[in-house]
């Protein structure tokens, strides 16, 4: 494969059509900054730590017991754990194809020898049904994961397709994919997974390959949900989403990932059989959900329960669950809905989603997760011990290794692919949607060079590093919150709003533009409608939400005792933020209830330091709030 072949190809979300096409694995080269210290620090550490904790606790030697004829009841891990391994391939695949490492190569290489052993002559793959001492194939459709499973195979199968070509593992994938159409296509089993996965796992593996029966069989699964094909549970049909057809629902619901995993397999099938309405009732559960249902951070999931979305409003701070994997699976879904329509509110929800989600999750190390992205700790949790697998999703510390570690791998998988949702182009369109230093080329003879510190400051240069003849259009993503924007080029210099700056001419080989984002920090208020923070304020600067830690108050204080006096803005000083704050300490009370106010005791003012909420608990356990309780709001003009 050649590496133009790899820039046509090499992108985990290709779709036939839409206002915008992805730029390849190789096209953007991250070159400093943010998010290339997050990549690094993946392919550094967490490719070999999730390897490792997995041959450490036998979920990859399932493979090897299914081969060897060795299965039986003391299986190691949850039915799911296959997908895990299979997430891992996927990561080492995309870091492969992203800087060439041999080592990420060999992985893939030694991981999927362990795999194919495994595979049944028909095609079937999975380590947890189907064997000696297991219960067969299929039988438990609704909590099985056979068919996720296999979802996430097909995925990982696409990011080795398109980094170095047809190989065993594309091979294994294809057998299994075919088992797949011939066990539940139009004539037989009429059933569905009840975790979304098979989906979209389908509809880019047919992509990839021009295999239209696995497009075909996505749609099938599509079209099959929301009439009560699985079995009810106590939680409900909704938490498979089965309970709705996908085109009538008008918001998600259920659990998160799950609800979020469907869409996105939505939107493919939408795009590639040219499907107006299915992709429609895609955008009105986004906006929905979106304006309703979804945290100041993008995180999605309210209610621990079923790791699911509330009812619309239901967005308490201190029980937001917030899985890591459900901002990763609301950035899949967003990246769909772009490159689809081209409308620019999906990429700045990524924005947000990116770096208050993903980059909240992993450690600076790239070994230790959040599984869970609460906006409120009230107790500094417990020091994780990284020897052993924390058995809660929860804790208010980071993990090495969960019980249920769905949420490492994918942010494995994400970030060595991250750089992809950098940039799109269109017809003699270039189009920046996320700011990061990097090296950018793209069809018909354009090539840039972004510099920026962001989000530290809002400067972003691009310098044209080769020009095609002919006029090109370049437009620079300009966030909604960024009211005030300066765009320099071509010598002027020109207030730009929210959306995108465009420069729409012939670009000069050397020249530079700049755009510029006010990174002033700001008072956020949430809607009356969220019961859960009404009387309360958040900090934002830039893309970042911020958030108070205990360990920044004055001594004696607790978080509970803080109020924001915002009637004085947030200021910066040397690269801290602060609020004007006041410290009310609360007598211990028989009875925390009382006929009227009982006033303040001893007011104490204090400016409070606020820190990015995606480093919180980076320097030890910590209480943290990011709506903070309001002593006084500023006057209304």
Known sequence: MTVEDIRTLGSPVMPSRGRQRPLGLTDVVLTGGFWARLQDANAAATLRHCEEWMEKLGWLANFDRVADGTTGPDRPGWSFSDSEVYKLVEAYAWEHGRSGDPAADEAVRRLTARIGRAQDVDGYLNTAFGHADQPPRYSDLEMGHELYCVGHLLQAAVARLRTTGADELVAIAQCAADHVCAT?????????????????????????????????????????????TLRDISLGRAYFQDDTPIREASTWRGHAVRALYLTAAAVDVAVERDDPELLAAVERQWTNAVARRTYLT??????????????????????????????????????????????????????????????????????????????????????????????????????????????????????????????????????????????????????????TAYPDNGHVSVRITRAPSGPVTLRLRVPPWATGAELAEGGRCSTV????????????????????????????????????????????????????????????????????????????????????????????????????????RGLASTELPLIPYHRWAERGPAAMRVWLPVHAEPDLP
């Open 298 to 451: 993008g995180g999605m999931g309210s209610r621990h329960q079923d790791e699911g979305f509330g009812e619309d409003w239901e967005l308490p701070p201190d029980r937001a669950y917030c899985e890591t994997c459900a901002g990763i699976a609301s950035v899949m879904v967003s990246w769909r809905l772009f490159l689809a329509t081209g409308d620019v509110r999906y990429a700045d929800l990524m924005e947000r989603t990116f770096f208050n989600v993903l980059a909240a999750s992993p450690r600076a190390d790239g070994r230790a997760f959040f599984y869970a992205n609460p906006l409120h700790q009230r107790t500094a949790g417990a020091v994780a011990d990284d020897s052993e697998v924390n058995p809660r999703a929860e804790g208010g510390v980071r993990a090495a290794w969960f019980d249920v570690s769905c949420c490492p791998t994918n942010v494995a998988r994400t970030l060595a692919a991250w750089h992809t949702h950098v940039a799109t182009v269109g017809e003699r369109e270039l189009t920046l949607l996320q700011y990061a230093s990097a090296h950018i080329e793209a069809p018909g003879g354009l090539a840039i060079e972004v510099t």
């Open 497 to 600: 709003t929210p959306g995108f700056a465009v420069i729409d001419r012939e670009l000069v080989t050397g020249e530079t533009i700049e755009l510029t984002l006010p990174m002033t920090p700001r008072f956020t208020w949430p809607d009356h409608r969220i019961d859960a923070v009404r009387g309360c304020v958040a900090v934002e600067r830039g893309p970042l939400v911020l958030c108070a830690e205990s360990l920044d108050l004055p001594p004696g204080a607790t978080l509970d005792d803080v109020r924001v006096d915002a009637r004085v803005s947030p200021s910066e000083r040397d690269g801290t933020v602060t609020v004007h704050a006041m410290t009310d300490p609360a007598p211990a009370e028989p009875w925390p209830y009382a006929p009227a106010s009982a006033g303040t």
């Open 184 to 228: 539940f296509g139009p004539d037989g089993n009429q059933g569905i997974c009840g975790h979304p996965e098979i989906e979209v796992g389908l509809a880019e593996f047919g992509r990839a390959l021009g295999e239209d029966r696995y497009l075909e069989q996505a749609r099938l699964f599509l079209d099959r949900r929301g009439h009560g």
